[in-house]
């Protein structure tokens, strides 16, 4: 997805120009010295991060740390959802944004891969994944993750082979009530749009042949594609549909 007339790439304190110039490419987006009036893509020592409007964001696994540790891994409804028997399991996670919930499935002990088809997301997903590779507590889950930057209804039957489990999280239109957005989602929505085509998400997920497709939903939305799943289960805010394909 190309962001070159609404994104501008900031070469920043301690960057490498090779890595801001590779940025810029992968974004279609011009190299400045300065950030821009809309949104900015800053690369610098540290990282990776998007401003605009005030808000700032990157990736950042270190932050789940609290979710995964002490215990608290097994309480967490996904994980519960996603409980294989099956070894070395294998998970495409086709909507990843920043690659929360994928971190969550690859310290369940899944081999994660992961579909971003906006370059900025994916960039920032990618530095989020570089420094989780050098996290004592984090280097081992972050290993069993891999990033694929591209369009998984196009990619994903073709990059995975009868993986055990099949996530989809597409942005939905209820998620823009200002009173439930978090600083990060009104800075991913202005690269993002809801899914528009959900039929052909659902329908490249089935193609793939897995065991089970996880679907996260608003909790009183309707059902991907209108298609009613096997069977759910509901959090508090959210809704967990889970599709079991005929293999």
């Known amino acids: 997805m190309d962001h070159g007339s ?51 964001l990157r990736g950042d696994f270190e932050q789940m740390l609290h979710r995964i540790s002490d215990g608290r891994l097994s309480h967490e409804m996904l994980v519960k959802i996603a409980k294989t028997k099956t070894p070395h399991p294998v998970a495409v996670d086709a909507t990843a ?60 039957s073709s990059a995975v082979s009868q993986p055990e489990l ?24 202005k690269l993002e749009q809801p899914c528009a085509d959900e039929e052909e998400l659902l329908n490249a997920a ?8 996880i679907i996260k939903r608003p909790l009183k939305g309707g059902f991907l594609a209108g298609r009613k799943p096997n069977y759910s289960v509901k959090g508090k805010a959210i809704r967990y549909d889970c599709v079991l394909p005929q293999r």
């Open 6 to 56: 609404e994104l501008v790439v900031c070469m920043g304190s301690g960057a490498q120009r090779e890595a801001a110039e590779a940025l810029a490419r992968r974004t279609g987006a011009p190299l400045t010295d300065a950030a821009g009036d809309g949104l900015t893509l800053l690369i610098d020592k540290s990282g990776v991060s998007l401003t605009g409007g005030g808000l700032s």
């Open 97 to 156: 944004g920043l690659g929360e919930d994928s971190l969550l499935l690859a310290a369940a002990g899944y081999e994660v891969v992961m579909f971003e088809r906006d370059a900025v997301i994916a960039a920032l997903l990618r530095d989020a994944l570089r420094r989780a590779k050098k996290h004592p507590a984090l280097r081992e889950i972050a290993a069993r993750m891999r990033l694929i930057e591209g369009n998984s209804v196009e990619l994903i």
């Open 166 to 189: 099949i996530y989809l999280d597409p942005m939905f239109p209820s998620r823009r009530k200002s009173g439930l957005i978090g600083k990060k989602l009104q800075l991913i929505q």
């Open 206 to 213: 089935l193609n793939a042949k897995p065991a089970k497709i």
